[in-house]
């Protein structure tokens, strides 16, 4: 599903089933889940919308969190490549690239603001945007919840990583 950069792309409510896949996914319970922004194929929740304000009032800037272990894995192999640092220096040298990159950067603060206002964070996105990649974990999520053409370089890392989805996930145990 392709979304248009300017609109907070449609979330699904965290059920009971959600709630206790995320927890299994992250090893302690969800915190501040606006819903669900995208979903493996399997129907496992993979990217959760948080708010920008946990519940014991922490302001919390990172919008799409990731979830999926299978892609949290992959994007940390990709970190420990030295991707992020040959991303950023594009970003110095690519004036066409570094214009993209902050339109993704006002997007994942639109949409962050759709969620509600926190003074603490106003201004603030996440993994390095606009300037840098400090983190593909939240590139990733960003491309996955919105869709292809929004974040060019967590499309970028998405396509790297492949379709790490089509190997049916695994239930405990198996």
């Not at 927890?23 to 915190?31: C, D, S, T, V």
């Not at 603490?120 to 590139?139: F, Q, Y």
């Not at 999520?141 to 379709?163: F, I, R, Y």
């Amino acid at each position: 599903m392709t979304h248009d950069g300017a609109a907070l792309p449609s979330l699904e409510p965290m059920t009971e089933a959600d709630e206790k896949a995320i927890a299994e996914q992250l090893g302690r319970a969800p915190r501040g889940v606006a819903g669900i922004a995208w979903r493996c194929p399997c129907g496992k929740p993979g990217v959760v919308a948080t708010e920008p304000r946990l519940p014991q009032g922490t302001p919390f800037p990172t919008t799409y969190y990731l979830t999926c272990p299978r892609a949290t894995s992959a994007v940390s192999t990709l970190e420990a490549s030295g991707l992020m640092a040959e991303m950023s220096q594009r970003l110095t040298e690519d004036a066409e690239l570094a214009a993209q990159y902050r339109s993704a950067h006002e997007s994942y603060l639109a949409d962050r603001a759709r969620l509600g206002e926190v003074p603490e964070i106003e201004g603030i996105s996440a993994g390095g945007m606009p300037t840098r990649v400090k983190c593909l974990h939240v590139l990733v999520g960003h491309s996955l919840a919105k869709g292809p053409g929004v974040n060019p370089l967590g499309d970028e890392a998405v396509a790297t990583l492949g379709e790490f989805w089509q190997r049916p996930c695994l239930e405990d145990g198996e």
